[in-house]
């Protein structure tokens, strides 16, 4: 209809150019009419088409309609409307794919790498025989609720496996068009439930390496997950409908009872600890257990679901720093002196001293250490604690270690001479993290002067 109605406009301009160019204000009044004429029937044949082309067109046979229908844009505005991943085929070809099915596949706005090309190209390899046979019955086939289980190739190289649909577009002249439809992930597979308790998720559980686990309000297992099997060795089988703490070490037995039988009795909704269990070759394994209680309403008797992770080497390496630092406690308190580390304020304040502190200061460690009240400096010498402070902090900022020779009042009153030697602890920006050395007796109250000469000697080999 719009091609026609352009058709006559056209000539009619055409009409009138050629008309204007033969055009003569001295020819007879007859043509002047006629050229009229010939224009008013082009304008009135015009109107009589636009008028009542809608009127003939709802009068034509039905079966003449249904052969305008244009097979491939139905086809398009379907699957186009559909919020599932869908597609159009013209046999193993697509020909327009929606944009739920090119975000399933991680292609969104790369249509023309899909559009024109064999639907094999975005389907596993090892699938195509499947789906070719599965495109040649549904073409053939009166039941179109037939599903074909596949993997999909995304865009980043990964597969997803899917459950498609296919169903023909049964037009008259165009039989090789079809609807393919498809549904990632619980479609693919269908939900199985075992003695276990596997649901729809199971692929996810069997493969994680945390032990997940199900009991019931008796404490009795119901479920397992392969990793169960991995780290103890027990089998799943022979596992399952025994209690889980019969599985514990001894001695966190009654720690793992008391936990998971307050889940089970609803006194709590969730757990925390850390427990030794015991493997099959009698092996101990410390797992890390979190539990929740599957009931939300306190009182009630309910299972309890977690997962236990596996912190064996992390007790590991606790046990051996534990060591390591008992080792170093017992070496830093068999030293006859003072080992410290302290900030450089002007009270110079203690966060760590050794047992040694008692002898050299007359105090106790947790006398001094983090104590508002107490101060080093002032157990100082008073003629001696300018000169000490100068002389540290001139080695501070030269990034070098001090030796001085001071004096200290102890708790009794005593005045004793003590040797220190220590330096600045920085980060790796060169800030000034703390003071660390050691102090020891040097000498007691006795040759004043001589002791005086190996202090200044010190104290200017530190400023110098």
Known sequence: MSLYIFSIILLSLVFMLIF??????????????????T????????????SIYPILSLRLPSGLRKKQLDNITWGRDVSANLATPAAVLDGYNLI?????????????????????????????????????KFIAGAAHSHQPNETLTARMLCHDGTTLPVQIALSPLRESGNSSLSLLQFSSQSGAYPATTSAGGQSDYHLLIDRIEQIVFHINAHQEIIFLNPSWEHLLDHSIRESINKPLISFAHPEDRPMVESHISSLTH??????????????????????????????????????VIGTMTDINRMKSTEAS?????????????????????????????LE????????????????????????????IHPDDRQKTWEAVQHSVTDHTSFQLVYR????????KWVWEQGRGVYSS????????????DFATEGDTDMMMKFQDMLTSRALH
Request: with cysteine; proline share 3%.
């Open 408 to 415: 200290i009042i102890t708790r009794s009153g005593q005045v």
């Open 352 to 379: 760590f001293a050794s047992d040694g502190c008692l002898d050299v200061v007359g105090y106790e460690p947790y006398e001094m250490v983090n104590a508002p009240d107490f101060s080093f400096v002032q157990i």
């Open 266 to 303: 609803g006194k709590r909704t969730s757990c925390h600890l850390q427990a030794r269990f015991i493997a099959k070759n009698g092996n101990t394994f410390w797992v890390e257990l979190r539990a929740k209680a599957t009931s939300a309403h306190r009182g009630e008797r309910t299972s």
């Open 96 to 132: 327009f794919a929606n944009r739920a099915l090119l975000d399933e596949l991680g292609m969104s706005g790369m249509s023309e790498q899909v559009i024109g090309m064999p639907l094999t190209n975005i389907v596993h390899p090892r699938d195509h025989h499947n789906l070719a």
């Open 20 to 37: 204007g160019t033969w055009w003569d204000s001295s020819a007879p009044f007859k043509i002047h009419v006629a050229a009229l004429i």
């Open 39 to 50: 224009v008013m029937a082009a304008l009135l044949s015009t109107f009589v088409m636009v």
């Open 429 to 440: 920006t060169g800030d000034l993290l703390a003071l660390e050395g050691f102090i020891t």
């Open 321 to 349: 720093l534990y060591a390591n630092r008992r080792s170093l406690s017992t070496l830093l308190s068999n030293i006859p002196g003072m080992v410290y580390r302290c900030k450089n304020d002007r009270n110079w304040s």
